[in-house]
């Protein structure tokens, strides 16, 4: 069994950074990819930041420059810092990776429950 937990979301004005946290627990053998997600009210699921097991990352054109993604592999933690946040970033944040549980199976991809930032004054 593997837990994604994402911790970091809340209220943040316009122009305001907020740091968001997502750990993975459990039967982690290893982590390859790793990855943000968003969803807006009424909006898809789209990708906002991934990074690869080697710390190779990309962005969503909308959060380019604004938005740095970053892992811990010791901690088996992702992090994404955002800034400059603008009422339009407003969204549930889920947390991604692709995690293999043994030594010989394939990664399978799991999610976290999520966390919302609103961005609002």
């Known amino acids: 069994q593997v837990q994604l937990v994402e911790s970091g979301g809340g209220l943040v004005q316009p122009g305001g950074s907020l740091r968001l946290s997502c750990a993975a627990s459990?039967?982690?053998?290893?982590?390859?990819?790793m990855a943000w997600y968003r969803q807006g009210p009424g909006k898809e699921r789209d990708m906002v930041a991934a990074v690869t097991t080697g710390g190779t990352t990309n962005y969503a054109d909308s959060v380019k420059g604004r938005f740095t993604i970053s892992r811990d592999n010791a901690k088996n933690t992702v992090y994404l810092q955002m800034n400059s946040l603008k009422p339009e970033d407003t969204a549930v944040y889920y947390c991604n990776a692709g995690i293999a549980t043994r030594s010989y199976l394939l990664p399978v991809h799991y999610w976290g429950k999520g966390t919302l930032v609103t961005v609002s004054s």
């Open positions: 459990g039967s982690v053998f290893s982590i390859n990819d």
